[in-house]
């Protein structure tokens, strides 16, 4: 083991009775090109789940549609048995099509399929989280997500899912998933440069509810911004290295999963997001994206 969880940048949060540790991994880098089939190094993407769960990462993020079906059955082969803390939060409502496109699947029989292939292919009882994505590539977009959700519910309610989560979502989703069922979680695109939900970000943490911003680092477009660099170069840094030690700071309830295939990028990952940041930093940073 190469540290504990209270060495981890940030701690812990509980996603309702879970507790988790604020550095967690997402598994979407463990795939193919454009998240489609199996990755290039299996014994590779072997390591780096290992190495997360070595460090004492708690957190895991993957879904059935990398893949499809493959970082599920990569997680398992690697670490199940799994760790006592360790906890696999996964997504249903979108499938992938010949083209690598996401189309979605949020019909109750599409979102049964999905958690029972979940539940396969990790090798569980029942799913720790499951968060419902909505919108599209694009982003989120407004509609009711009464029929999706209540039928996540009900598996809850049968004991095949512990806790409910929204991706992608807009805030007036997130206030009737709220109204719905018990929500632990919401994750969306946000970033140092992408800050649309400043607002919603606030208002949970006030609720209790963890935020998981997905493409933490820009994602397909990597982060660029002259004060971001500029600060990185203050401290004798990586702008990545600001980027998530940024977002630890930004709220107590932001729970980080960047993804990467390397064991040394791992290991970057959570030194870079344990920077300390100073008030001039953050005064600076605080200056992107508005």
């Not at 997402?26 to 070595?54: K, N, S, W, Y």
């Not at 660029?224 to 107590?252: G, I, N």
């Amino acid at each position: 083991m190469s540290t504990s969880p209270v060495s981890l940048p940030g701690g812990t949060w509980t996603l309702g009775d879970l507790t988790v540790t604020r550095f967690g991994y997402g598994a979407m880098q463990l795939t193919g090109p454009g998240v489609m089939g199996p990755p290039a190094d299996h014994d590779g993407a072997l390591a780096v789940l290992r190495e997360a769960a070595g460090l004492g990462i708690t957190h895991v993020d993957t879904a059935g549609a990398y893949g499809p079906r493959v970082t599920n059955r990569l997680i398992r082969e690697a670490l199940h048995p799994y760790p006592a803390a360790l906890r696999v939060v996964t997504k249903v409502g979108a499938v992938r099509d010949e083209q690598g496109g996401w189309p979605p699947a949020r019909r109750p029989e599409d979102l049964r399929r999905a958690v029972l292939e979940n539940l396969e292919d990790l090798g569980l009882d029942a799913l720790d989280v499951v968060n419902l994505r909505l919108g599209d590539a694009q982003g989120p977009r407004p509609g009711s997500l009464a029929e999706p959700l209540e039928a996540l519910a009900e598996m809850r309610r049968e004991g095949l899912v512990r806790h409910l989560g929204v991706s992608n979502a807009t805030a007036e989703q997130v206030a009737e998933a709220r109204a719905l069922a018990p929500i632990v979680c919401v994750q969306n695109m946000y970033n140092l440069a992408h800050r649309q939900d400043d607002a919603l970000i606030d208002e949970l943490a006030g609720l209790g509810i963890a935020y998981v911003p997905f493409f933490p680092l820009g994602g397909f477009t990597p982060l660029q911004s002259t004060a971001l660099s500029a600060v990185a170069a203050r401290l004798d840094a990586t702008p990545m290295s600001v980027a998530l030690a940024w977002l630890l700071r930004r709220s107590p309830n932001i729970l980080l999963i960047p993804g990467t295939s390397s064991v040394a990028h791992l290991r970057e990952n959570v030194a870079g997001a344990g920077l300390a940041l100073s008030e001039e930093d953050l005064a600076d940073l605080d200056k992107i994206g508005r």
